[in-house]
Structure formats: C-alpha cells, structure tokens
C-alpha cells in the first residue's frame, strides 16, 4: 500500500516530510495441530491471529540501510553502511551478531539480503520501520509476521515480482541463514497465506498450500500466552530437530541407503521421499522402532555418521531422545489428518460427536512434545487446566503451540459457553502463577 510521510506524526517523525512510501502487514499465527512436524513434511493446520506486524519503507539517499522498531526499548535504531554488510549469510550472520540490536534487526536485514542474493538485485538505501502487535517469544509467530511484512513491503516498493511460495521460502531462507534459526517453513506460509476465520492445511514437503477450511460456526480457536517465553533458536528446538532428522538417517541406513548416497541424494531418491511423516504409525512400530534409542551426538556420528537435513547441528556431546523425537511428526501427520477430516464434518447436530475425539487428538499431540523434551510446566498447567474443565465446560481440547519449550497454548471450544470458560482459565491461570498473560484468537 502507498502512503506519504505526512500521513501520521510517527512517519513524519522517522521518514521526514512528503516522503512517497510503501507499507505492508502481515500477521501472526496460531499452530493448532502440526507444529514442529512441519520440518518432517507433516501436515498442518494454522490460524491467522488478528495481531500483525507492520513495516514501512521508502528509499534512503544515502547508501545505507536505516532501521527503527518501535516495539524495542534499547539498541531500536540502527544504520548499516551497506559497503560494510556481508553479501554472504554466514558472514552476515557473525556481523549481526556483533551489533547493539543486530539481533531484532537480523530478520529486516536478512530479508533485504535474500532479495539481493536470491532475486540479484541491487536495492540501494532504504529506511525501514517496524512496529508489531505480535509479541515475541510467545509462540505465535512474530519473527514470520515481520519477515513476510518486510518482503511485501521491499517487493512493492522495488516492483519484485513473486510467483506461489517464493516470498514465504525467501522469508525463511532469511531466518535460516541470516537469523540462524532453524525454523520450518510452516510460519512463513501460514503469515502469507492465512485467511480470517478459516484454518490453512499445508502439507510441508515443503510448501504445498491446501484450500483453506471455514471454521464452523460457534467453533473458537483460543491462544492463551503462559507468560513464559520460548525462542525457536533455543537449543532445545534445535535439538529436537537434530534428534528427528537423526531418526530418518538411521531409518533409511536400514533401508539399504550408503551413508555416501545419503548425504548427496535428493528428496525423491530417497526412501519416503525423504520425509518422516510419509512413514506410517504402523509401519513405524512394525518395521523401525526397535532401531531407535537415545544416544550421544559422538555415538551417532560414528556410527551412523550423516543426516540429510542441512540445519542440523550435530553435537558430540549432547544426549539426543532420537524415539520421541522422531516418532513425533510421524504420529502427528496422522492426528493431523484426522482433525482436519473430522473438522470439515462439524455441523449443529454431530458436535457433540466430532470435538472430543479432535480434542483427545490435540491433547495426544500435546503429550507427544513432552516426550521429545519440549514441554514446560506452565503450558502443561494450561492444557491440564483445560483438561479437567472437560466437555461439560465447552472446552474440547488444549495443546501447546509452535516450537514449545513455553509460548502460547491452544484451546478449542464450543459456543459463548466455552469462550467464557477459556476466560475462567485465564484469570485462574494468572491468579495461580502471577504470570502476564495475553489471549489470541481471530
């Protein structure tokens, strides 16, 4: 969208006056089943928030690139002399790294740097400013909303054109590589393509987009915040990655797969196209489970030696739960595919049917992290609060979202009945733990 500077006092104020600028939102997201399966090609289903992330640029004079967040209190304003900015992503990386705010701004530069690496463009000076009513760490999707905003917003004002998923697989290219999390590509897409009202499916091998489904009347989607910050950064997501993407090395290595054709065939060449998701339940426990054990990253590497995921960061002396790890996303493609075939069922009369098996499904689900080392004892305190309201209370179902290790919870419910219940176990839930906590819902 265009706009001039003189449009607000806060414009005015960054940009200067009668400044021609480009502006553009994007917003968070609620996991509800999925989750961190999306890096094993599970299905998923994501909800758009109403919080979004705004960004607004216009081109800069000088060779530089000026950036402000107004959501950060210390280090918020930052020029970079693109003379000095690295035009790799690792060394982009390091030199982010050693900047007073590189790390909230690591996710505007880094979408600036896939454009001129990716699209071979040579942008010029800009200035950037971002001001995001997703709150971060809260396991909604802050760092996509910004990213996609920022994208769309240097996609307009440089006339870039993109076609399909490009702009969601850019945005986590710059997340990946210049941020340094390795985040799946589920957030970006679900902030570009997610609809009010509706849930996206996305089936994550790796980005193929599903007709989005209408929520049933009377059917909400709570996001409760547990106070508790995660980062999908944090060792214990990475971990978990490192962990599943063992699992299919030793998986395939069983299959007859050579540790040589395993670091260098393709997707498609490789047993299950590559994916764990594509195993079944069944197939699982009949055929690999025995395999699979806990072990040091030292222990894997000499024997088994490779794994095929290229963000995953083998330590030797880290103890990894390769199991639950990896029979997560194989078990949670399946609930996945049940929630959203019973989900497209719901009608008045077969409610009272449908939502407790979907919400036996999320508790499953939200059990299965806890075994891969993902759980905290706020969230478990939110789902069990939830659970023990029971259907009775209009509340079907709770589970955590997003990469876990905190964050935000997700409740299903029924009718005005149910919303006033997920208020109830708000204000218990903040009464008990003295923890701040935000609601999230379309």
Same mark, same amino acid.
């Given at each position: 969208?265009?706009?001039?500077?003189?449009?607000?006092? #806060?414009?005015?104020?960054?940009?200067?006056?009668?400044?021609?600028?480009?502006?553009?939102? %994007?917003?968070?997201?609620?996991?509800?089943?999925?989750?961190?399966?999306?890096?094993?090609?599970?299905?998923?289903?994501?909800?758009?928030?109403?919080?979004?992330?705004?960004?607004?640029?216009? &081109?800069?004079?000088?060779?530089?690139?000026?950036?402000?967040?107004?959501?950060?209190?210390?280090?918020?304003?930052?020029? =970079?002399?693109?003379?000095?900015?690295?035009?790799?992503?690792?060394?982009?990386?390091?030199?982010?790294?050693?900047?007073?705010?590189?790390?909230?701004?690591?996710?505007?530069?880094?979408?600036?740097?896939?454009?001129?690496?990716?699209?071979? +463009?040579? +942008?010029?000076?800009?200035?950037?400013?971002?001001?995001?009513?997703?709150?971060?760490?809260?396991?909604?999707?802050?760092?996509?909303? #910004?990213?996609?905003?920022?994208?769309?917003?240097?996609?307009?004002?440089?006339?870039?054109?993109?076609?399909?998923?490009?702009?969601?697989?850019?945005?986590?290219?710059?997340?990946?590589?210049?941020?340094?999390?390795?985040?799946?590509?589920?957030?970006?897409?679900?902030?570009?393509?997610?609809?009010?009202?509706?849930?996206?499916?996305?089936?994550?091998?790796?980005?193929?987009?599903?007709?989005?489904?209408?929520?049933?009347?009377?059917?909400?989607?709570?996001?409760?915040?547990?106070?508790?910050?995660?980062?999908?950064?944090?060792?214990?997501?990475?971990?978990?990655?490192?962990?599943?993407? $063992?699992?299919?090395? #030793?998986?395939?290595?069983?299959?007859?797969?050579?540790?040589?054709?395993?670091?260098?065939?393709?997707?498609?060449?490789?047993?299950?196209?590559?994916?764990?998701?594509? =195993?079944? /339940?069944?197939?699982?426990?009949?055929?690999?489970?025995?395999?699979?054990?806990?072990?040091?990253?030292?222990?894997?590497?000499?024997?088994?030696?490779?794994?095929?995921?290229?963000?995953? &960061?083998?330590? /030797?002396?880290?103890?990894?739960?390769?199991?639950?790890?990896?029979?997560?996303?194989?078990?949670?493609?399946?609930?996945?595919?049940?929630?959203?075939? $019973?989900?497209?069922?719901?009608?008045?009369?077969?409610? %009272?049917?449908?939502?407790?098996?979907?919400?036996?499904?999320?508790?499953?689900?939200?059990?299965?992290?806890?075994?891969? @080392?993902?759980?905290?004892?706020?969230?478990?305190?939110?789902?069990?609060?939830?659970?023990?309201?029971?259907?009775?209370?209009?509340?079907?179902?709770?589970? =955590?979202?997003?990469? @876990?290790?905190?964050?935000?919870?997700?409740?299903?419910?029924?009718?005005?009945?149910?919303?006033?219940?997920?208020?109830?176990? $708000?204000?218990?839930?903040?009464?008990?733990?003295?923890?701040?906590?935000?609601?999230?819902?379309?």
């Amino acid at each position: 969208m265009e706009i001039n500077s003189n449009s607000s006092p #806060i414009l005015r104020n960054f940009f200067g006056n009668n400044q021609p600028l480009v502006q553009a939102s %994007s917003t968070g997201r609620l996991d509800v089943m999925g989750g961190i399966a999306d890096y094993s090609g599970s299905m998923v289903l994501q909800m758009p928030i109403k919080e979004k992330a705004t960004v607004t640029v216009g &081109h800069r004079g000088y060779n530089q690139l000026h950036i402000k967040s107004l959501d950060v209190t210390e280090n918020n304003e930052l020029f =970079i002399d693109l003379e000095e900015l690295p035009k790799n992503y690792k060394e982009a990386n390091e030199y982010l790294k050693q900047l007073e705010g590189g790390d909230w701004a690591s996710y505007i530069v880094g979408c600036f740097l896939v454009l001129m690496i990716e699209k071979q +463009l040579n +942008l010029g000076g800009i200035d950037i400013l971002v001001k995001s009513e997703v709150p971060f760490g809260k396991g909604v999707s802050s760092s996509a909303a #910004i990213e996609v905003a920022t994208l769309k917003a240097l996609g307009e004002l440089f006339s870039i054109e993109f076609s399909g998923t490009e702009l969601p697989i850019l945005a986590q290219k710059a997340e990946n590589l210049v941020v340094g999390a390795p985040c799946g590509l589920m957030d970006q897409l679900a902030s570009y393509f997610g609809h009010d009202k509706y849930l996206l499916p996305i089936l994550c091998q790796p980005d193929k987009i599903f007709s989005s489904i209408k929520i049933p009347d009377n059917l909400y989607f709570v996001g409760i915040d547990s106070g508790v910050r995660h980062a999908v950064s944090g060792a214990s997501y990475g971990e978990v990655r490192t962990a599943a993407s $063992m699992g299919f090395s #030793i998986i395939a290595q069983k299959q007859g797969v050579s540790k040589h054709d395993l670091k260098g065939t393709k997707n498609h060449l490789l047993p299950y196209s590559g994916y764990l998701s594509n =195993i079944s /339940p069944s197939q699982y426990e009949a055929k690999y489970a025995k395999y699979l054990s806990s072990m040091y990253g030292k222990d894997f590497l000499n024997e088994f030696s490779v794994v095929t995921d290229t963000l995953a &960061h083998i330590k /030797p002396d880290t103890y990894y739960n390769i199991k639950a790890s990896t029979q997560h996303p194989i078990y949670e493609n399946h609930r996945v595919r049940f929630f959203t075939e $019973m989900l497209k069922g719901i009608n008045d009369r077969n409610h %009272s049917e449908l939502m407790p098996l979907m919400g036996e499904l999320m508790y499953q689900s939200h059990q299965s992290y806890n075994q891969c @080392g993902l759980g905290n004892e706020y969230t478990d305190l939110l789902v069990e609060m939830a659970h023990s309201k029971g259907v009775n209370s209009g509340v079907y179902g709770a589970k =955590i979202t997003g990469g @876990g290790s905190g964050g935000t919870v997700c409740l299903m419910v029924y009718g005005e009945h149910g919303l006033l219940t997920a208020k109830d176990i $708000m204000n218990q839930y903040k009464k008990q733990t003295n923890q701040d906590s935000l609601v999230f819902f379309q």
